[in-house]
């Protein structure tokens, strides 16, 4: 059986400034639908992405900003970097973990999940696969994670 994960539902306060800020970000519209006063849709999906994020009105009862963690993969962390930053986004400088380690994202700084993990400056110094992060937040807080991946583990 395949399980393709299709789509996350983003939990925003303002669905047009969400909806500017995405495309600001360079994700692709691919539907802005109205249904009546109650009902809003608005999807959107990351350049060479399968999975889209969906927001609106009637769409979920979280609280506006509270999703963070929220992965995306490139194969050049520097080139990303500055593309986000051209296009005037606010984006943390590139790091790495002194263990390599996981990282997460929350209220638009990293969270370290494992005693002993040391976020440093930069990309990771052998530019290993899975090792340079930044981060950025959407206008209610939602964090995204930017992770360098060039070559994937076997299995992938």
Partial sequence: MNLKLEMIVLPVSDIDRAKAFYEKVGFRLDVDYTASEDVRVVHFTPPGSECSI??????TPIAPGSFQGLYLVVSDIEEARAELTGRGIEVSEIFHDAGGLF?????????????????????H???????SFLTFSDPDGNGWVLQEITQRHPGR
């Fill in 103 to 123: 990282h997460g994202h929350a209220s638009g700084d990293v969270t370290h999940r494992s005693p002993g993990q040391e976020r440093r400056a930069g990309p």
């Fill in 125 to 131: 110094p052998e530019r290993a696969s899975y090792a």
């Fill in 54 to 59: 969906i927001f609106g009105e009637g769409m």
